[in-house]
Every structure is written in structure tokens, then in C-alpha cells.
């Protein structure tokens, strides 16, 4: 691994947690920005993935907890949070084949990896595109739409201008204050707000990757064991969908569960997510 990890920003979000340190490393479309905690090579490090258009920040107190016994890495995709941009709209593979390159960086070998919306399917694409790096994948819901329904989510993510950003801010908080309810204040849910508002220019390039991404194909052509936790968040009526199309997963329903659940429930999702990985 080279030396940037071992040092850099600290920010512990619990006293039980271990320290969070922040880096840079180098990457196909310029530098990678990254979280990381924990230094013990007991398990096999996990990489965490970011839904869209946030950033490694929905894994600061999650990060800790996985850190206390292994190596736990969430970089900030191409485009999104400190991360450089690619020079043009990515597909899925895209950001798979960036996040195998950071691996390599960073000289890991082989990970686990748990995803979270648009983060599950770079780690499903990684784990096809990769077979010998990834050994288990975590996904955060699922995206198994119909074409239909497809086209509806295309619908209400096409690109805003900054002015139009701008002008509907009070009502994107609002929203923002419901969909995030789990998180434990205010501040917290401040802070994924205005992560959601970085890089205006390329923020829409993740939900169009994804929906270009076949989701059923990919998890049933899937050869590593899968754990699917499903949240009752905006994905909660499709990701069942997956169970069938799996050889090696299964779904896990967190009813009553929605954004913010890696904060409100740390705990009870990282004993679920060691069962499944330390297995």
C-alpha cells in the first residue's frame, strides 16, 4: 500500500470507532480522494461504493465500525465528491475499471465490496470484469426495472442549470429531510445534502450510468456469493426482484429501515455485513 494512507485528516465519528484517514491516490482520469480506517489484515479489506451524486461521506461512521477489524477504503468515484472527472459520460464499466485501477494503487489485491445504489452496480460490474480481485459483494438495493420504469427514473433526473439548482434549494432540503429521515440530526443531514450539490457540471453522469446498466442480466451471469440488504427507501419495491435471478444470493429486508440506516443502526448492519463476509 503507499505511504498516503497512513496519513492525512483524522475524524472519528465514534470513540469505539476506529480513526478515519483521508488521501489521495492516483487514478485513470486524474487523482482519487479516499477514506480509510483500520490497518488489521485478519479479514479481507472491503471496499465501500457511494450511491449518487454523494460521495464517501455516507460511510463516515460506518467506515469506523468495519475499520475495528479490517481495512475498510471508500474512495470518492471519478466525478463525484474530491475526485477528479472523467473526460466524458462514463458507463458502469467505466467506474469498475477506475475503482479496480485505485485497488491497484493502493496494492490491494483482493477485496469485498458493499455498494450502495449506483455502488452496487460498479461492485457487480467489478466482480464480473474481475473475478480474481472480488471475493464477496454487499449490495445496498437493487436496480431491476423494468424498461418502463426506467424511462420514468430517467425523467426525474434530467440535468438542472445552476440557477435552476439554485433556485429550488429550500425545496430540495425539504425532500432531502424525509428521504434521509434515519439520520440521527439535522447536521448530519445537512452534510449529505450539500454533498449531493458538488460538481454541477458531471453530478447527473452516475444516475444515467445506472440507468443504462442491466442489473437482471448482470445478477444472474453473478458467480460470487451475494448479500442484497433492502432498505425501505425508494428501491424498496424493485430490489426483491433480484432473489430469483441470483445462483449464489440472497435478499435481506430491513423494513422500517431507510436512508440514514448505515448511521441510525451502524451496529446492526455491520454484524449483518461481517456474517455474510467472514462466513
Do not use: C
Amino acid at each position: 500500500m503507499n505511504d498516503v494512507i497512513l496519513t492525512g485528516e483524522k475524524n472519528n465519528m465514534s470513540p469505539a470507532n476506529n480513526a478515519m484517514r483521508r488521501g489521495y491516490a492516483d487514478g485513470p482520469f486524474g487523482q482519487i480522494h479516499y477514506r480509510i480506517s483500520g490497518d488489521s489484515t485478519e479479514h479481507t479489506p472491503l471496499l465501500l461504493l457511494h450511491p449518487s451524486p454523494l460521495s464517501g461521506v455516507v460511510w463516515d461512521g460506518f467506515i469506523g465500525e468495519m475499520g475495528n477489524d479490517r481495512i475498510a477504503v471508500a474512495p470518492d468515484t471519478p466525478g463525484f465528491g474530491e475526485s477528479a472527472p472523467p473526460q466524458s459520460e462514463p458507463e458502469i464499466a467505466d467506474y469498475a475499471k477506475a475503482m479496480a485501477a485505485f485497488l491497484k494503487e493502493m496494492g490491494l489485491s483482493s477485496v469485498d465490496i458493499m455498494g450502495y445504489h449506483t455502488g452496487s452496480l460498479t461492485a457487480l460490474e467489478m466482480a464480473r470484469l474481475y473475478p480474481d480481485m472480488v471475493r464477496n459483494v454487499v449490495m445496498i438495493s437493487a436496480t431491476v426495472f423494468t424498461e418502463k420504469e426506467r424511462d420514468d427514473f430517467r425523467a426525474q433526473y434530467t440535468p438542472q442549470t445552476v440557477d435552476e439548482k439554485g433556485a429550488g434549494l429550500s425545496e430540495r432540503w425539504a425532500f432531502i429531510k424525509g428521504f434521509w429521515r434515519d439520520e440521527p440530526d439535522d447536521a448530519r443531514r445537512w452534510q449529505i445534502f450539500i454533498e449531493g450539490q458538488r460538481n454541477h457540471a458531471v453530478m447527473h453522469w452516475g444516475h444515467r450510468a445506472a440507468f443504462n446498466f442491466d442489473m437482471a442480466a448482470a445478477l444472474e451471469a453473478a458467480t460470487v456469493p451475494i448479500l442484497v440488504l433492502n432498505p425501505e427507501d425508494d428501491l424498496w419495491t424493485y430490489t426483491p426482484r433480484a432473489a430469483p435471478l441470483m445462483k449464489t444470493g440472497r435478499v435481506h429486508d430491513l423494513p422500517g429501515w431507510t436512508h440514514g440506516f448505515l448511521d441510525a443502526h451502524t451496529g446492526e448492519v455491520a454484524t449483518l455485513v461481517r456474517d455474510f463476509l467472514d462466513s
